[in-house]
């Protein structure tokens, strides 16, 4: 089997989407002075590699807190706009995907959808009880069109709007 990571590093002075939370990264104990180390993080719920909640961009969407651990976490494949897509699968794009693929992205009941997807997109797909991921890294490395078990688990943060993940790729050999 092999593992390949989808997600950002996390540090400070990331870039992040215009307006949000800077990431901000302190040492707070250290060996030398407490015998153990602690780090303060500060950054905002959608930074690095996220998930997104339905109510993240829709006032009546559940929160992470309210959608069952399932959700994060099953088949998948990565996928360009002109190949045949799946159905009931998560769909990963290497190139922008717009709202004009919106009723085909229905028609193939992703249970969630990740890659360059535009801010449009990704509110309609929200609004239609699919989860959304964001900023992840790496896909090019997993083969097109072969299906493969991934893994976005969010942080269990109370009435979330979004949560930072470690997101992954394992590939049958």
């Known amino acids: 089997m092999k593992v390949i990571d989808l997600s950002l590093p996390i540090y400070s002075g990331m870039e992040v989407f215009p307006g949000d939370p800077e990431v901000n990264i302190e040492t707070i104990h250290t060996y030398e002075k407490e015998g153990w180390e602690l ?10 590699t996220h998930v997104d909640a339905f109510s993240h961009m829709h006032e009546d969407g559940e929160s992470l ?33 717009g709202i004009d693929w919106f009723e085909q992205l229905l028609a193939a009941r992703p249970p969630f959808v990740g890659g360059e997807i535009t801010e449009e997109l990704e509110r309609a797909l929200l609004k239609n009880d699919v989860i959304t991921y964001t900023d992840l890294v790496n896909l090019k490395q ?5 299906t493969f078990m ?24």
């Open 39 to 48: 780090r303060k993080i500060s950054m905002g719920s959608h930074t690095g």
């Open 65 to 97: 807190s309210e959608l069952p651990l399932e959700r994060f976490f099953g088949k998948a494949q990565v996928v360009r706009l002109t190949d045949q897509w799946p159905t009931e699968q998560g769909l990963f794009f290497i190139e922008e995907i």
């Open 142 to 146: 997993i083969p097109r069109g072969k």
């Open 150 to 173: 991934f893994y976005g688990l969010p942080l269990n943060i109370q009435a979330g709007d979004g949560s930072p993940v470690r997101a992954m790729a394992m590939i049958e050999e």
